[in-house]
């Protein structure tokens, strides 16, 4: 076999490494996110409109100051200086005054050298008013400032030549940021116009999925009043016969009971067909914690309500959330834990409505599956959901005796 040779290192590299104790690796870290957070505090400072701004005129004063300053020419009189000067402070209020600000800019660019301060201003001028005669007019004074030469005396003297590659050089210091604030103002047009579009969109898909919801209700309703409604028209019809037809008085207690409770019935689900159709829902027509005791009265489940105080301002929603918790709670012991007895308690416990159902072992087990209610198991899943748009608190399971507890928290508030 042939032995394998050790591969040369690659000449002219070197490979240094460094071992951080705890301690340095806990500056390094702090140092890094001390300049993070330096940096993300100067982004979201400059992300307010007033303080961005502030900043830019600061920058635009800096700028035109520095160009005045650095290159004054020997024996220059001293109103150049001054109105050059006084042109540089028209950076201060270029943004909201920007046509005054070209005006004071002219005489310091015209016997003087600030030009910066001239452009700044104009271009300012050209983004907010885009081309208008303020734009114009003032494009037409920064061009006769960069082609005359002051004193008038050496303008007079030069030769046609030199006028033409003033004239052409005054198109340049003019149009340059005549152009750059068409270019801002469009730009900042252009986005308002994407914004717009994406909203318009954003409205228009909004509109279809209310439109495809709409449907689906008005499908749903139809479907409710065609089946549902009429096994519920039945059932009353036929307990309104029995009621005349029973021969004995507990049989006849029954059937108006039956009929009774297949009307309420006929009336919610009208109620619920007609938010189906309209999407408006009625707070007047729902059931409350008023019709509480009118509830348990019907109830086919020994109750025992072992406390019941309901504190006066309860909004419309939570009462109708606490009905539902009860009603729902007495159902699923008539269909899963008959015989069984069921105690209720109400109270209010700081800003919240505490709703508990809890019942004991039935007494007996149903068999026979004949006698079993229909069960889809979304009961305590609506309850769910209910207490969760709520902001409240859930909790169901059984109990070491054998039986079923049912505890929802409900702000009052909501």
Same mark, same amino acid.
């Not at 957070?37 to 700028?63: C, E, H, T, Y």
């Not at 750059?180 to 717009?196: F, N």
């Given at each position: 076999?042939? &032995?394998?040779? &050790?591969?040369?290192?690659? +000449?002219?590299?070197?490979?240094?490494?460094?071992?951080?104790?705890?301690?340095?690796? /806990?500056?390094?870290?702090?140092?890094?996110?001390?300049?993070?957070?330096?940096?993300?505090? =100067?982004? +979201?400072?400059?992300?307010?409109?007033?303080?961005?701004? =502030?900043?830019?005129?600061?920058?635009?004063?800096? @700028?035109?100051?520095?160009? @005045?300053?650095?290159?004054?020419?020997?024996?220059?009189?001293?109103?150049?200086?001054?109105?050059?000067?006084?042109?540089?402070?028209?950076?201060?209020?270029?943004?909201?005054?920007?046509?005054? /600000?070209?005006l004071v800019t002219v005489p310091g660019y015209l016997t003087g050298w600030s030009q910066i301060a001239s452009m700044i201003a104009l271009g300012t001028l050209a983004r907010r008013k885009q081309w208008m005669w303020q734009t114009m007019v003032a494009a037409g004074l920064v061009w006769v400032c960069k082609y005359v030469a002051w004193p008038l005396s050496e303008f007079a003297d030069l030769s046609w030549r030199q006028h033409i590659f003033r004239g052409i050089?005054?198109?340049?210091?003019?149009?340059? &940021?005549?152009?750059?604030? %068409? %270019?801002?103002?469009?730009?900042?047009?252009?986005?308002?116009?994407?914004?717009? %579009?994406?909203?318009?969109?954003?409205?228009?898909?909004? %509109?279809?999925?209310?439109?495809?919801?709409?449907?689906?209700?008005?499908?749903l309703a139809r479907e409710m009043h065609d089946v549902v409604s009429h096994q519920v028209t039945l059932i009353a019809?036929?307990?309104?016969?029995?009621?005349?037809?029973?021969?004995?008085?507990?049989?006849?207690?029954?059937?108006?009971?039956?009929?009774?409770?297949?009307?309420?019935?006929?009336?919610?689900?009208?109620? =619920?067909?007609?938010?189906?159709?309209?999407?408006?829902?009625?707070?007047?027509?729902?059931?409350?914690?008023?019709?509480?005791?009118?509830?348990? +009265?019907? /109830?086919?489940?020994?109750?025992?309500?072992?406390?019941?105080?309901?504190?006066?301002p309860v909004s419309p929603a939570v009462s109708r959330a606490a009905f539902r918790t009860v009603q729902e709670a007495l159902t699923n012991i008539n269909k899963h834990a008959q015989g069984a007895r069921a105690t209720i308690r109400m109270f209010p416990c700081g800003s919240a409505l505490i709703v508990e159902v809890t019942n004991d072992r039935p007494s007996h087990e149903a068999t026979d599956a004949s006698t079993r209610l229909p069960s889809g198991g979304h009961g305590l899943m609506g309850v769910r959901e209910r207490t969760v748009l709520l902001g409240g608190t859930f909790h169901a399971g059984h109990t070491p005796e054998g039986g079923f507890r049912l505890c929802v928290t409900y702000p009052m508030e909501a």
């Open positions: 076999m042939t &032995p394998i040779e &050790p591969q040369a290192k690659p +000449r002219g590299t070197t490979v240094v490494t460094h071992t951080l104790t705890a301690g340095q690796t /806990a500056d390094v870290v702090e140092q890094i996110t001390h300049a993070r957070n330096r940096f993300a505090s =100067l982004g +979201r400072l400059m992300k307010r409109p007033r303080a961005r701004g =502030l900043g830019l005129d600061a920058l635009a004063l800096v @700028v035109a100051v520095l160009d @005045v300053w650095l290159i004054i020419p020997k024996n220059v009189e001293t109103y150049s200086i001054v109105l050059s000067g006084v042109a540089c402070t028209a950076m201060l209020f270029h943004r909201r005054w920007p046509f005054l /600000a070209v050089y005054g198109v340049m210091y003019a149009g340059l &940021p005549v152009a750059i604030g %068409l %270019l801002m103002a469009t730009r900042h047009q252009l986005s308002q116009r994407l914004a717009e %579009l994406a909203a318009s969109r954003e409205r228009e898909r909004e %509109l279809q999925e209310q439109a495809i919801r709409a449907a689906e209700r008005a499908s019809m036929q307990a309104g016969a029995l009621v005349v037809s029973a021969q004995d008085k507990e049989s006849r207690e029954a059937a108006n009971t039956i009929r009774q409770l297949s009307k309420r019935t006929l009336d919610e689900l009208r109620d =619920l067909v007609g938010v189906l159709r309209n999407g408006v829902v009625d707070d007047n027509t729902r059931p409350g914690l008023e019709e509480l005791p009118q509830l348990l +009265r019907n /109830a086919e489940v020994p109750v025992k309500v072992v406390e019941q105080e309901v504190p006066d």
